[in-house]
């Protein structure tokens, strides 16, 4: 087979094989198609979408990059949260260790920030010695021992999942249905996974900017989950303003840790209990949501959720001494305040996450370099009460020229009505 003749085949709306589409994931991982042919195939496909066997095909080959686990042997459910990516979106850090804490095994296999979404490997890595990169015998024994755990795509886990994403994060290619799906459900497949629950993002920082093409997303990345034999559910949550009091790196984590001793901020408990009960319902530990959420409470409040968190960090090295809050002391910071009298009426939610990569917690180019202080504290979203001076926003990090162009971003993200405008509803529809 030519890579361009498959190249060629797709950018004139024609539906590929399964074993072309085979032979091009091989021949990319096996470095035998060049980047610049791979960045066409997925341009290609991204104006051109794929049939439902051409992305089942297109998931196959990417499982089939790697190398597969499976711990059925532990006799225990295992399951995972994924979400399409947004600002502020730290669940992945409460949910493994809180759903672990009921005996549910996670083998979390995640990416870094697409575009102006953060990503949970960068977040996780802001540890200092948490290891990312773990070979597959070392992550299934941690597995084993610990019963969670969050790791990359690697040369052995997901490889073709690996190259993909970081290609698509740098040529625009990234909102297209089959490509969100692939790379999503090849890496749930290679974690061996009984169930999932998507968290599907919709609004103004959300690569799915209407729920009518988040509902299309849902049905497709179901009907890979039936396919695969992943009983998959789906939130639809809203991303018309970032999640949480703050978005950033470390201090993503240090929310999450103060979410898992109880305290967190009232939006990311409750998306964290919505989503975690769908998958203590589908392993029928429990029948109903409300007692589910009842218990899961209960396991941030007595500290069972925490210890697993704490037990994740050791297992995969990482200083568990460096996220106590206090001594996280981020070198510049900006208080950008209200201009005006009124009630916020919207925020560009996108927008904060680009004015975010400008501040260190994304790359423009693959080779930039994180900053793993920088962050924003939200004091204020949509529905709140502003008066003259009041800081909306916090913003953090290490290197005040990029703070400074930061700030100029954030300053158009926000609108004050003099009207009483509503809180935004979380959870648009399950
Ligand atoms: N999350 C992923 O893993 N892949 C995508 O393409 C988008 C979100």
Redesign the pocket.
């Known amino acids: 087979m030519i890579p361009a003749e498959i190249i060629e085949k797709k950018r004139d709306g024609y539906e590929l094989t399964a074993q072309e589409i085979n032979w091009f994931i091989e021949g990319v991982i096996k470095n035998k198609i060049d980047d610049s042919q791979l960045s066409s195939l997925l341009m290609s496909i991204y104006f051109r979408g794929m049939s439902d066997s051409e992305t089942n095909s297109l998931v196959q080959s990417m499982v089939d990059s790697g190398k597969q686990f499976d711990f059925n042997y532990l006799d225990k459910f295992v399951a995972d949260k994924?979400s399409?990516?947004g600002i502020g979106d730290k669940i992945s850090f409460i949910l493994a260790p809180l759903l672990s804490s009921f005996n549910i095994i996670v083998p979390m296999i995640a990416?870094r920030g697409?575009a102006y979404t953060g990503g949970t490997i960068d977040k996780i890595e802001s540890i200092p010695n948490f290891q990312t990169h773990i070979n597959f015998k070392d992550f299934s024994s941690k597995i084993e021992n610990v019963g969670c755990g969050i790791i990359s795509q690697s040369s052995e886990i997901c490889p073709a999942d690996k190259k993909l994403?970081s290609i698509r994060d740098l040529t625009g290619t990234?909102p297209s249905t089959p490509?969100?799906c692939s790379?999503?459900m090849s890496?749930k497949v290679a974690e061996g996974l009984n169930g999932l629950v998507m968290d599907i993002k919709v609004g103004n920082g959300a690569f799915m900017k209407t729920l009518k093409e988040a509902r299309s997303l849902a049905n497709e990345l179901k009907k890979i989950g039936q396919a695969f034999g992943i009983r998959t559910d789906v939130i639809f949550s809203n991303m018309a303003q970032p999640l949480g009091d703050y978005a950033g790196l470390k201090c993503e984590v240090i929310e999450a840790i103060d979410c898992l001793k109880g305290k967190g901020p009232e939006d990311l408990v409750e998306l964290s209990l919505e989503l975690g009960s769908k998958i203590m319902i589908q392993s029928g530990l429990f029948k109903n949501p409300d007692e589910s959420k009842a218990k899961m409470i209960e396991h941030l409040n007595n500290g069972k959720a925490l210890d697993k968190f704490e037990k994740m960090i050791l297992a995969q090295n990482g200083d568990l001494k460096s996220l106590h809050s206090d001594s996280y002391i981020p070198k510049y910071e900006i208080i950008i305040e209200s201009q005006e009298n009124g009630y916020i009426s919207s925020m560009d939610t996108e927008k904060i996450g680009w004015a975010l990569v400008e501040m260190g917690c994304g790359r423009k180019v693959a080779k930039d370099l994180l900053d793993n202080s920088a962050g924003i504290k939200f004091n204020r979203k949509v529905g709140d009460r502003v008066n003259v001076g009041d800081p909306v926003y916090e913003l953090f990090n290490s290197n005040a020229k990029k703070l400074n162009i930061a700030r100029s971003l954030l300053l158009k993200t926000f609108t004050i009505s003099s009207e009483k405008t509503p809180k935004q509803k979380l959870i648009i529809n399950t």
Request: glycine letters at 16%; proline letters at 0%.
């Open positions: 994924h399409t990516g990416g697409l994403y990234i490509l969100i790379s999503i890496k």
